[in-house]
């Protein structure tokens, strides 16, 4: 009796140790297992920075995997001399909404001058640039061609070619992983601050990629030097890297955003509500006109991969339809990996359109085709084309991009 006691008692904690071991394997999981460029950078190759004057473009986004700012590794390191601040759109500290002037001012932390990229300027001046022997640039981008920071970085690589200064990217991943490219690419009579350069509206790019494209392409023709990440490889997405996510601005919350933005960011060109003011910008989409159980069974209907939809009703606190209770859909992405952000960002307007032809809008001044990077798509929905049309109409620019993009690639 003894014996089956003691046999039985085994048993409970053998049984008992595997739930400790799956946790244990979870946690194993979620370890780091990507090394952003700066922790690459201040372990590998502080010499870049060791008796110069450095001046550092970056953000919120801009940290080790401790979530400590880059601003405060630099300002505290004893090897560095960290003497400016830039900012790009929504300031170093992320707190101004999209598209909100910001001016120059003083970090309250360190005592260095911010000069800010969405002021007066979008380029540093010389003036800026006084003080600093070489640039820094370490900012989180979300990988679609119409987010802002990536061409801070192109006019500040400008400014350092003009003024004799080297310029350092410090890599950081792509959210949606390397993989992905696709949309149309942008004409060149379209280019704005969404848009500066002909590439698609999925890059499938680092920043540090881009950055070595846009300088040769683009002939900025700057002392570019790029610090690699470590570890990180094109199939992942974000929450692969077991890297802390800081929004990278404040309608850009989470990784999920990331995914559905290249598709909804798009509605901003549009009179519908992309949710900004509400707790799921981008996910969230509508419109006071709109009837959402009819958009969201029209929309499931479609059977896009990857995807689906739920009606849903708002009322944004502030930007569109703000104070107004709006009527649309959440969108859910249920496949990263097979979701296609664009052509479904295409069908979503295209629906809209269709059901609502006397209350949607795109919106005046070129709005919409700025973000889509022409403006034949928007007379191909106007006039009544599939998605697989237009789709099918900007594949061979595509092709040509990629073949292009294939030299620029750090990790293959």
Same mark, same amino acid.
């Given at each position: 009796?003894?014996?089956? @006691?003691?046999?039985?008692?085994?048993?409970?904690?053998?049984?008992?140790?595997?739930?400790?071991?799956?946790?244990?394997?979870?946690?194993?999981?979620?370890?780091?297992?990507?090394?952003?460029?700066?922790?690459?950078?201040?372990?590998?190759?502080?010499? @870049?920075?060791?008796?110069?004057?450095?001046?550092?473009?970056?953000?919120?986004?801009?940290?080790?995997?401790?979530?400590?700012?880059?601003?405060?590794?630099?300002?505290?390191?004893?090897?560095?001399?960290?003497?400016?601040?830039?900012?790009?759109?929504?300031?170093?500290?992320?707190?101004?909404?999209?598209?909100?002037?910001?001016?120059?001012?003083?970090?309250?932390?360190?005592?260095?001058?911010?000069?800010? @990229?969405?002021?007066?300027?979008?380029?540093?001046?010389?003036?800026?640039?006084?003080?600093?022997?070489?640039?820094?640039?370490?900012?989180?981008?979300?990988?679609?061609?119409?987010?802002?920071?990536?061409?801070?970085?192109?006019?500040?690589?400008?400014?350092?070619?003009?003024?004799?200064?080297?310029?350092?990217?410090?890599?950081?991943?792509?959210?949606?992983?390397? @993989?992905?490219?696709?949309?149309?690419?942008?004409?060149?009579?379209?280019?704005?601050?969404?848009?500066?350069?002909?590439?698609?509206?999925?890059?499938?790019?680092?920043?540090?990629?881009?950055?070595?494209?846009?300088?040769?392409?683009?002939?900025?023709?700057?002392?570019?030097?790029?610090?690699?990440?470590?570890?990180?490889?094109?199939?992942?997405?974000? /929450?692969?890297?077991?890297?802390?996510?800081?929004?990278?601005?404040?309608?850009?919350?989470?990784?999920?955003?990331?995914?559905?933005?290249?598709?909804?960011?798009?509605?901003?060109?549009?009179?519908?509500?992309?949710?900004?003011?509400?707790?799921?910008?981008?996910?969230?989409?509508?419109?006071?006109?709109?009837?959402?159980?009819?958009?969201?069974?029209?929309?499931?209907?479609?059977?896009?991969?990857?995807?689906?939809?739920?009606?849903?009703?708002?009322?944004?606190?502030?930007?569109?339809?703000?104070?107004?209770?709006?009527?649309?859909?959440?969108?859910?992405?249920?496949?990263?990996?097979?979701?296609?952000?664009?052509?479904?960002?295409?069908?979503?307007?295209?629906?809209?359109?269709?059901?609502?032809?006397? /209350?949607?809008?795109?919106?005046?001044?070129?709005?919409?085709?700025?973000?889509?990077?022409?403006?034949?798509?928007?007379?191909?929905?106007?006039?009544?084309?599939?998605?697989?049309?237009?789709?099918?109409?900007?594949?061979?620019?595509?092709?040509?991009?990629?073949?292009?993009?294939?030299?620029?690639?750090?990790?293959?």
């Amino acid at each position: 009796m003894k014996k089956l @006691l003691l046999l039985m008692m085994i048993g409970v904690l053998v049984v008992s140790m595997v739930p400790s071991a799956n946790v244990s394997a979870l946690k194993e999981k979620k370890k780091q297992k990507v090394t952003p460029g700066i922790e690459v950078l201040l372990g590998d190759q502080k010499e @870049l920075l060791k008796g110069k004057k450095v001046g550092l473009i970056t953000n919120p986004t801009g940290i080790d995997s401790q979530v400590t700012s880059i601003v405060d590794l630099l300002h505290e390191d004893p090897d560095i001399e960290l003497t400016a601040l830039y900012g790009p759109e929504h300031g170093v500290r992320g707190s101004a909404q999209a598209g909100e002037y910001v001016d120059f001012y003083v970090d309250e932390k360190t005592g260095l001058p911010v000069y800010s @990229l969405y002021g007066q300027t979008r380029k540093p001046t010389p003036e800026m640039l006084e003080n600093v022997d070489v640039l820094v640039f370490d900012i989180q981008d979300v990988g679609t061609r119409y987010y802002t920071y990536i061409y801070t970085m192109a006019y500040a690589m400008e400014a350092a070619k003009e003024n004799d200064i080297p310029f350092i990217v410090l890599d950081r991943p792509n959210p949606q992983g390397g @993989l992905t490219v696709d949309g149309p690419v942008l004409e060149p009579e379209f280019s704005s601050f969404v848009g500066l350069y002909p590439i698609p509206l999925m890059h499938g790019m680092t920043v540090g990629e881009l950055a070595m494209l846009f300088n040769k392409e683009f002939d900025i023709g700057a002392d570019l030097k790029v610090v690699k990440m470590k570890g990180w490889k094109r199939s992942m997405d974000y /929450d692969e890297t077991g890297l802390p996510f800081v929004l990278p601005s404040p309608n850009m919350p989470t990784v999920a955003t990331t995914f559905v933005y290249p598709a909804t960011g798009l509605i901003e060109g549009t009179n519908v509500s992309e949710g900004r003011g509400t707790t799921k910008p981008f996910e969230l989409i509508g419109a006071p006109y709109i009837n959402s159980t009819e958009l969201a069974e029209t929309l499931n209907s479609l059977g896009l991969p990857g995807v689906t939809f739920r009606a849903a009703s708002f009322t944004p606190a502030f930007s569109k339809h703000a104070g107004k209770l709006s009527h649309g859909v959440e969108i859910y992405v249920t496949n990263r990996d097979t979701f296609k952000a664009v052509p479904t960002g295409l069908h979503i307007i295209k629906t809209i359109h269709d059901l609502y032809p006397d /209350d949607f809008e795109f919106l005046a001044a070129n709005n919409f085709s700025r973000l889509i990077g022409n403006d034949w798509i928007r007379k191909m929905i106007q006039e009544g084309a599939s998605v697989s049309d237009i789709v099918k109409n900007y594949q061979d620019d595509l092709k040509r991009f990629k073949k292009i993009r294939e030299q620029y690639l750090l990790y293959k």
